[in-house]
């Protein structure tokens, strides 16, 4: 098999990023993007490594039954959903068996544990409640606001991402707009010069009230009071309008000081009953109503009764361990960004949460110094990011023996890993649910029930 080769090739399997998988004649396995199981396809392929290649779609034989219209014109080419031309059920069932085989083959768990997954229901669109959509100049000088391509830097442009919401699409088209008569103020990553990176917009979804943020290359940008005032005039929902300021060469999206150009400083949201203020820079799950299904779940694996002491590992801006305080004695959080520490206690001050205290430092030491201090949480929660918790930890958390462990993760293969150990060191696994919390992309989370093995 060599470069540009055509042929044809029958869907068998997706990976865990979204691709399909087939096997050609002479046993190779050929990865190919926007298919669905069972699609027969002719297939051109574009990379030959040894065993296996990499190929795309030059003609659908016979399509899958799971397919539907994408709809989104750019679907094929933005880094964002890898799954819009599958039905969602069909969706679903590749994240379940995503999970399922991640944690029964790596992690030797009995696949009975394996909870249905909780989808998204009919709210499959227009669930993000923040964009961060890079701004650029195309070869024509023609402004483009739109995503990421996959695996790379450049921008698929497009004026109304299906994964927004609408008030997103209708500021970004007057950001557009008024780009368009200014286009010398977009900022160029090659050079570093000009001054516009990033449109970048949240919402707290159950107050309407809108953030917008200019991430620019400077501490303001020429024309922003004609910018900022037609905004204060057409959107009045716009409640906090900033200006983040980056003039570091890289392509991180967000510098760490913000301008309040008009409004608030942040906006507030409602998650599990409780207020959060969302500062530009806080971590917050981008889809509201999935992860507070998440938090319940978690919640209700925690089976917390008013008596206990609950360590919430991983804790961001406290979201999690604050949705369980009033069912538990003590909480303690923990997080490495400081920042994130100060929201925490203030979103625990804003509701009235008295019981809970957080310590900013890396998981792993923090875990070890409460330890030694002989705290005995009876309920430990875990939310680490993709690379999963070390092994350290692991041994720290059931050296303190807590009754429960609740892990809730974003990626089934570390967590798959993780609770093998755990199991090893005397902990079994009770109940794993998978929870869709980002429908149409490759992410699928899961939360995962953990109970001390009684002593024999
Ligand atoms: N539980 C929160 C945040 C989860 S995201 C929520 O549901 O909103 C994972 C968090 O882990 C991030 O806030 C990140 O800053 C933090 N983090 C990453 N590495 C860490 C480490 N080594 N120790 C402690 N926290 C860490």
């Excluded at 994964?163 to 008569?181: G, H, N, R, V, W």
């Excluded at 716009?238 to 392509?251: Q, Y």
């Excluded at 981008?286 to 319940?296: F, G, K």
């Amino acid at each position: 098999m060599k470069k540009n080769d055509i042929i044809r090739l029958q869907i068998v399997d997706m990976t865990s990023d979204g691709s399909g998988v087939g096997r050609a004649d002479d046993g190779t396995v050929v990865f190919v993007p926007d298919t669905a199981l069972n699609d027969v396809c002719d297939v051109r392929i574009l990379k030959v490594k040894k065993n296996l290649s990499f190929g795309k779609i030059e003609n659908i034989i016979t399509p899958s039954a799971d397919r539907v219209d994408p709809v989104c014109p750019v679907s094929t080419r933005c880094g964002g959903c890898v799954y819009r031309h599958l039905h969602y059920s069909a969706e679903l069932r590749v994240k379940q068996k995503k999970v399922y085989d991640a944690v029964v083959i790596i992690g030797k768990v009995d696949g009975g544990k394996v909870k249905e997954i909780i989808g998204a229901d009919d709210r499959t669109d227009r669930y993000r409640n923040k964009a961060q959509i890079p701004v650029s100049l195309n070869k024509n000088g023609e402004v483009e606001l739109g995503f990421y391509s996959r695996h790379s830097h450049r921008i698929a442009p497009c004026d109304d991402c299906l994964l927004s919401p609408l008030i997103f699409t209708q500021l970004s088209a007057m950001f557009k707009d008024f780009l368009s008569k200014y286009p010398y103020l977009v900022y160029d990553e090659e050079n570093h010069s000009g001054k516009i990176r990033h449109l970048y917009l949240r919402i707290g979804e159950s107050t309407g009230e809108v953030m917008l943020c200019v991430v620019v290359n400077g501490k303001s940008f020429d024309h922003q009071d004609e910018f900022f005032s037609s905004i204060k005039e057409e959107f009045p929902q716009v409640k906090s309008a900033v200006i983040n300021v980056n003039t570091a060469k890289t392509n991180v999206i967000l510098g760490e000081k913000n301008i309040v150009v008009y409004g608030k400083e942040s906006i507030t949201d409602i998650l599990c009953d409780l207020k959060f203020e969302l500062s530009p820079l806080a971590f917050y799950q981008v889809n509201r109503v999935q992860a507070q299904r998440l938090y319940e779940k978690a919640r209700e694996y925690a089976q917390l009764t008013g008596d206990e002491v609950l360590i919430d590992l991983y804790c961001g801006t406290g979201t999690i361990g604050l949705s369980m305080a009033k069912d538990c004695k003590e909480l303690i959080g923990v997080e490495i960004i400081d920042k994130a520490i100060e929201n925490a206690k203030k979103n625990a001050d804003n509701n009235n949460i008295n019981n809970a205290s957080f310590i900013c430092g890396d998981a792993t030491v923090a875990a070890d110094k409460l330890k030694k201090e002989g705290i005995k949480p009876d309920v430990v929660v875990v939310d680490p990011p993709r690379k999963g918790l070390t092994e350290e930890l692991i041994h720290t958390i059931v050296q303190m023996k807590p009754e429960r462990v609740v892990y809730v993760s974003c990626d089934p293969a570390t967590l798959a890993r993780d609770l093998k150990l755990f199991e090893e060191l005397n902990y079994s696994v009770k109940e794993i649910t998978p929870v869709d919390l980002f429908p149409r992309t490759a992410h699928v989370e899961s939360v995962v029930m953990m109970s001390k093995k009684p002593s024999p």
